[in-house]
């Protein structure tokens, strides 16, 4: 499995936004890139996932490189509420047979 | 609410002593997966199933062990419990092709 590398932590005022990068240089052909949120005593929560190029949904957007070794979440105008863990992971589809194992994470604190 | 159940939400029990965790699937996810989160560390997969056979498995101690029956709900058998088993056990489905949802957790506290 593609190891992942982000940064341990970020902060970031209210109103900004936010860009956390994964790298991910041994990716494989089938290989999704997902990320993940986590408050405190809860599970993760699904935010974005993509193959390539840019995907972009309600909450976050996702940009893939042409070479996929790396991906950037982008978090437009955080609130103290994206105050949490985000995880990156790399990995075939869910339903096959993938160990979604998470990395480290990057922690991400949010204040006024 | 993700659409898991995970029971029962807290357990405290005393070392040496066995647990079963239960997780109840979204309706028609076919994979389950578990994962152990110890307090201020990351998630550590322990076992997927898919439609009942066991299809991947990550660092689960011996002690551990776990199943999916025929209506798909999955159960994490722990045995031998010592004080460093203490966590957070979450349990994820996903049908096929598509992001996991987590369930909200069993908080394991062996004393």
């Known amino acids: 499995l593609a190891k992942t590398t982000q940064p341990i932590s970020m902060d970031s005022y209210e109103g900004q936004e936010v860009n956390i990068t994964c790298s991910h240089n041994n990716i494989a052909t089938n290989d999704y890139i997902t990320w993940y949120q986590q408050f405190p005593s809860q599970g993760p929560r699904f935010i974005i996932q993509g193959y390539k190029t840019k995907v972009t949904n309600e909450v976050a957007s996702l940009f893939i490189p042409a070479d996929r070794k790396s991906s950037t979440l982008s978090l437009p105008r955080v609130s103290l509420s994206d105050t949490a863990v985000y995880y990156c992971l790399v990995a075939p589809r869910p339903g096959t047979a993938s160990k979604l194992t998470f990395g480290t994470g990057t922690r991400l604190q949010v204040t006024l | 609410d993700s659409g898991v159940t995970q029971t029962p939400k807290h357990l405290i029990t005393a070392t040496g002593q066995r647990v079963t965790l239960r997780c109840s699937p979204r309706s028609g996810d076919l994979s389950v997966y578990w994962y152990q989160q110890s307090l201020d560390q990351g998630l550590q997969f322990l076992i997927q199933y898919y439609n009942g056979e066991e299809r991947a498995k990550g660092n689960i101690l011996e002690r551990f062990s776990a199943q999916q029956f025929p209506d798909l709900h999955s159960e994490l058998n722990l045995s031998s419990l010592e004080l460093g088993d203490s966590a957070l056990y979450f349990c994820?489905?996903?049908?096929?092709?598509?992001?996991?949802?987590f369930g909200q957790g069993t908080r394991l506290t062996v004393v």
């Open positions: 994820a489905s996903s049908p096929q092709g598509s992001e996991a949802f």
